[in-house]
């Protein structure tokens, strides 16, 4: 008997083993992650199986799908068998996906505390590589009326208008509004600005009773809340 080998091309395999006939027969979550990248790269190369070619990719950020996200196009054409369409295939492909999770989380229609707000803008603003901030403007009952990004910037900061911010509030009919910004850093301590900037918005906020009611600061696995801390 034939022992499977990645230098073999798909083709070559047993039926069942083929990711694509796999998929159909026993469904999508017998695949695994480099079975599910090899359908998206479509096909190999002589010298390697596009599952091996998937593997290998998955290998290079430690087996974390989120981490492959983060990858340009450029950057995954660096591996060899990856060109430009299949580069652009496996970006569009986990785009879709994280879109999918933010999707998911859009159930979220009440703020009842800030664990809520951290899983409506995480998908979002969670894993960016630069900060944007984003506003949740509430009505009375704390139902998210609309959610909107405000500014964005790059690695270290970003500017806000605090009167970009309220007329949307007034625009919606909001009577609270939660703010939230990303630290691509990693770090979840709040910085002077960011202590600066929640004072003026609750401030402004105030003269038009509209309540600035937290302030988050998000990241890949965690956050930060203001109101949680005591600091509004």
């Not at 079975?35 to 599952?51: C, F, N, Q």
């Not at 933010?102 to 664990?115: F, L, M, P, Q, R």
């Not at 979002?124 to 009505?139: A, S, T």
Request: some cysteine.
């Amino acid at each position: 008997m034939k022992e499977l080998n990645s230098s073999f091309s798909i083709k070559e395999w047993n039926a069942n083993d083929r990711p694509r006939e796999k998929l159909i027969v026993q469904g999508k979550n017998s695949l695994t992650d480099a079975e599910l990248i090899a359908i998206l790269i479509g096909s190999g190369s002589r010298e390697e199986s596009a599952v091996g070619l998937g593997k290998r990719i998955l290998a290079s950020v430690d087996h974390k799908i989120n981490a492959l996200g983060k990858l340009s196009v450029k950057q995954l054409m660096q591996f060899k068998g990856i060109g430009e369409a299949k580069a652009i295939t496996i970006v569009a492909g986990l785009e879709l996906g994280r879109r999918r999770r933010g999707e998911d989380e859009e159930a979220v229609s009440k703020i009842t505390c800030s664990k809520d707000v951290f899983n409506l803008l995480n998908p979002v603003i969670g894993d960016l590589e630069h900060e944007e901030f984003w506003v949740l403007f509430l009505n009375n009952a704390n139902k998210v009326l609309q959610k909107k990004q405000v500014s964005i910037g790059g690695k270290t900061g970003t500017l806000v208008d605090a009167r970009i911010v309220f007329r949307s509030a007034l625009e919606y009919g909001a009577t609270g509004i939660i703010i939230a910004h990303n630290h691509p850093s990693g770090s979840l301590r709040p910085s002077k600005s960011d202590k600066d900037l929640t004072q003026k918005l609750k401030l402004a906020g105030s003269s038009l009773d509209i309540t600035v009611l937290d302030h988050l600061i998000i990241t890949e696995k965690n956050y930060f809340s203001f109101a949680d801390e005591s600091l509004l």
